[in-house]
């Protein structure tokens, strides 16, 4: 065994060692002892906000609470036959319940799959058989379509409320109600801590025509919030705004684990809005928030009160957004194999605009040339990322060894698919992906699952989905196609209409480009840059 070979498998150790004895049951229990009654997260519902200020409903969770209430629901999905390692469907609108939920899986060792809610039936019917669900819980507007493309699920728990809205699952839906299992008395069958069980699945979308289902561990979620902690130096008095999904992982880690390890509070709303951005922020004090671009944008053109943030989370630094806003922007990238942010800016020394930082301490991170070579300073090449299976890095792609196999090299460095530049200083930058992946808002979309879903209608020869660009969105889809010779006249209508039913909202074509034959690289690939060269970049003018 060589010198390098045993330093790595010390280092190794080091970050097993960094999490032994810790899993999240543990780390809410050490909140639970410190701060029973502190705030971990105060629920604003949009659609009841009036509702919300009366004394009757208490849309605060302490730490107590939700272990309590975490504690009664885990206990219920025991005494259902849920048993450790087996697989539960969280098909829900940022909510308590959807909190309450995942907590409740990990305090039972079941794992949380929480799935993307803007899916439609075909996805609902992968997930679910991909991990082989026993069970699912959803909210109302979504019961009907949970049941009917999960129909292995042994059984199904509904909300009484759409993300604070009324809401009724109706009589053809067979479900146990969410609010009874909320009342069960707690009886937890006794369980060790273990940092390197199975915790949660979330499906990302790759290269392949249907999403992967990245599995994390215990331990994967102990390190996230520990070093988002770390990278924000969030503490006990830190507020953050939380209105991206929790079903991905930007909020899941980047907001509600680093919280969760720093012992501080989350305002969490069901989405995204810009009218009560400012009324929310100044009335619980925010100091943080992650966002992405269309966000901060909509804000732009606002008058911007005195304020608490000390920063924002956005992606890169960008000085005109600290300028305008008066806070700072930390720049980082991550993804859903990478847990946490695999590189990140420092707060004081944030490097040049338009950075995503450096390499993230714990992580190596190399970038390569296309000869496999280390780029120099101006160079691109592709983004590869060096952690601990399990701990630093994802644990798997569950069900799917050959993508296993594929997105590691022999050395266990992790592709991300990612082209980052190598400033003149070291500082690294976005530059574009390598894989053939759309990024519409904040959901990453693979150009293959689209062009699989089209080709399945049999009107066309040949397909190739591009971004075009967006104003607010960065890119949205649309496709250039060879129509068949027998194609109906209004096939434009079929193809998207076929795509409304067959793929969530954000993966529909925007537009249908019929061409007598498509761009070719020397390879014979699909020049798809051509493609994309044509397309003129949508304004907020039209």
Same mark, same amino acid.
């Given at each position: 065994?060589?010198?390098?070979?045993?330093?790595?498998?010390?280092?190794?150790?080091?970050?097993?060692?960094?999490?032994?004895?810790? #899993?999240? =049951?543990?780390l809410?229990?050490?909140?639970?002892?410190?701060? =029973?009654?502190?705030?971990?997260?105060?629920w604003?519902?949009? +659609?009841?906000?009036?509702? %919300?200020?009366s #004394?009757?409903?208490?849309?605060?969770?302490?730490?107590?609470?939700?272990?309590?209430d975490?504690?009664a629901?885990?206990t +219920?999905?025991?005494?259902?036959?849920?048993?450790?390692?087996?697989?539960?469907?969280i098909?829900? #609108?940022n909510?308590?319940?959807?909190?309450?939920?995942w907590?409740?899986?990990?305090?039972?060792?079941?794992?949380?799959?929480?799935?993307?809610?803007?899916?439609?039936?075909?996805?609902?019917?992968?997930?679910?058989?991909?991990?082989?669900a026993?069970? @699912?819980?959803?909210?109302?507007? &979504? %019961?009907?379509l949970? %049941?009917?493309?999960?129909?292995?699920?042994k059984?199904?728990?509904?909300?009484?409320?759409?993300?604070?809205?009324?809401?009724?699952?109706? =009589?053809?839906?067979?479900?146990?109600p969410?609010?009874?299992?909320?009342?069960?008395?707690?009886?937890l069958?006794?369980?060790?801590?273990?940092?390197?069980?199975?915790?949660?699945v979330?499906?990302?979308?790759?290269?392949?025509?249907?999403?992967?289902?990245?599995?994390?561990?215990h @331990?994967?979620?102990?390190?996230?919030?520990?070093?988002g902690?770390?990278?924000?130096?969030l503490?006990?008095?830190d507020?953050?705004?939380?209105?991206?999904?929790?079903?991905?992982?930007?909020?899941?880690?980047y907001?509600m684990?680093?919280?969760?390890?720093?012992?501080?509070?989350?305002?969490?709303?069901?989405?995204?809005?810009?009218?009560? &951005?400012?009324?929310?922020?100044?009335?619980?004090?925010?100091?943080?928030?992650s966002?992405i671009?269309?966000a901060?944008?909509?804000?732009?053109?606002?008058?911007?009160?005195?304020?608490?943030?000390?920063?924002?989370?956005?992606?890169?630094?960008?000085?005109?957004?600290?300028?305008?806003?008066?806070?700072?922007?930390?720049?980082?990238w991550?993804?859903t194999?990478?847990?946490?942010?695999?590189?990140?800016?420092?707060?004081?020394?944030?490097?040049?605009?338009?950075?995503?930082?450096r390499?993230?301490?714990?992580?190596?991170?190399?970038?390569?040339?296309?000869?496999?070579?280390?780029?120099?300073?101006?160079?691109?090449?592709?983004?590869y990322?060096?952690?601990?299976?399990?701990?630093?890095?994802?644990?798997e792609?569950?069900?799917?060894?050959?993508?296993?196999e594929?997105?590691?090299d022999?050395?266990?460095?992790?592709?991300?698919?990612?082209?980052?530049?190598?400033?003149?200083?070291?500082d690294?930058?976005?530059?574009?992906?390598?894989?053939?992946?759309?990024?519409?808002?904040?959901?990453?979309?693979? +150009?293959?699952?689209?062009?699989?879903?089209?080709?399945?209608?049999?009107?066309?020869?040949?397909?190739?989905?591009?971004?075009?660009?967006?104003?607010?969105?960065?890119?949205?889809?649309?496709v250039?196609?060879?129509?068949?010779?027998? %194609? =109906?006249?209004?096939?434009?209508?079929?193809?998207?209409?076929?795509?409304?039913?067959n793929?969530?909202?954000?993966?529909?074509?925007?537009?249908?480009?019929?061409v007598?034959?498509?761009?070719?690289?020397?390879?014979?690939?699909?020049?798809?840059?051509e493609?994309?060269?044509?397309?003129?970049?949508?304004t907020?003018?039209?």
């Amino acid at each position: 065994m060589t010198s390098s070979t045993q330093l790595s498998q010390q280092i190794d150790e080091t970050r097993r060692l960094a999490v032994a004895g810790m #899993d999240i =049951p543990w780390l809410l229990q050490q909140w639970v002892d410190k701060t =029973p009654d502190k705030a971990f997260f105060i629920w604003e519902p949009s +659609a009841a906000r009036d509702q %919300a200020k009366s #004394d009757e409903i208490d849309n605060t969770w302490s730490y107590k609470r939700l272990q309590r209430d975490s504690n009664a629901m885990a206990t +219920a999905l025991a005494a259902q036959g849920v048993k450790a390692g087996d697989f539960i469907i969280i098909h829900l #609108d940022n909510s308590p319940e959807f909190i309450i939920s995942w907590f409740a899986c990990a305090a039972l060792g079941a794992i949380a799959v929480s799935t993307n809610t803007r899916s439609v039936a075909r996805d609902l019917s992968y997930f679910a058989d991909h991990v082989n669900a026993v069970g @699912a819980i959803t909210q109302p507007s &979504f %019961a009907q379509l949970v %049941a009917s493309s999960c129909v292995n699920l042994k059984f199904l728990v509904v909300t009484d409320n759409d993300a604070g809205a009324p809401g009724n699952a109706g =009589p053809e839906v067979e479900y146990i109600p969410f609010g009874e299992w909320l009342a069960t008395p707690i009886a937890l069958p006794p369980r060790k801590t273990q940092p390197l069980a199975d915790l949660s699945v979330q499906f990302t979308s790759g290269t392949t025509s249907r999403p992967k289902a990245v599995l994390w561990t215990h @331990a994967n979620a102990l390190w996230g919030g520990k070093t988002g902690a770390a990278h924000m130096r969030l503490n006990q008095d830190d507020v953050t705004l939380v209105f991206l999904p929790l079903f991905h992982t930007n909020a899941q880690s980047y907001s509600m684990l680093s919280t969760l390890w720093a012992g501080g509070t989350m305002i969490l709303q069901p989405k995204y809005s810009a009218s009560r &951005f400012w009324e929310i922020s100044l009335k619980y004090r925010c100091t943080w928030c992650s966002l992405i671009p269309f966000a901060f944008k909509a804000l732009a053109s606002q008058p911007i009160p005195k304020h608490q943030y000390r920063f924002w989370g956005v992606g890169a630094h960008i000085p005109k957004i600290d300028r305008l806003f008066g806070l700072k922007t930390i720049g980082w990238w991550g993804m859903t194999e990478t847990i946490t942010h695999g590189t990140v800016t420092d707060l004081d020394h944030p490097g040049p605009s338009g950075t995503m930082g450096r390499a993230a301490p714990s992580y190596e991170i190399q970038i390569r040339l296309e000869n496999g070579k280390l780029a120099a300073p101006g160079q691109k090449g592709k983004l590869y990322i060096h952690g601990v299976r399990g701990v630093t890095l994802f644990k798997e792609y569950f069900g799917n060894p050959e993508a296993n196999e594929i997105a590691f090299d022999a050395n266990g460095w992790f592709d991300t698919g990612d082209i980052v530049r190598v400033g003149e200083s070291g500082d690294l930058f976005f530059a574009d992906r390598d894989k053939d992946m759309l990024k519409v808002g904040a959901e990453n979309v693979a +150009a293959s699952e689209i062009e699989s879903v089209i080709m399945q209608t049999g009107l066309v020869s040949e397909c190739a989905v591009v971004g075009q660009k967006h104003y607010m969105l960065d890119e949205v889809p649309v496709v250039f196609v060879i129509a068949n010779p027998k %194609a =109906p006249d209004d096939i434009q209508n079929r193809i998207i209409e076929h795509c409304k039913s067959n793929l969530a909202d954000f993966k529909v074509v925007k537009e249908v480009h019929i061409v007598d034959e498509l761009p070719r690289s020397t390879l014979e690939k699909i020049a798809k840059n051509e493609l994309r060269s044509r397309l003129k970049a949508i304004t907020k003018n039209g």
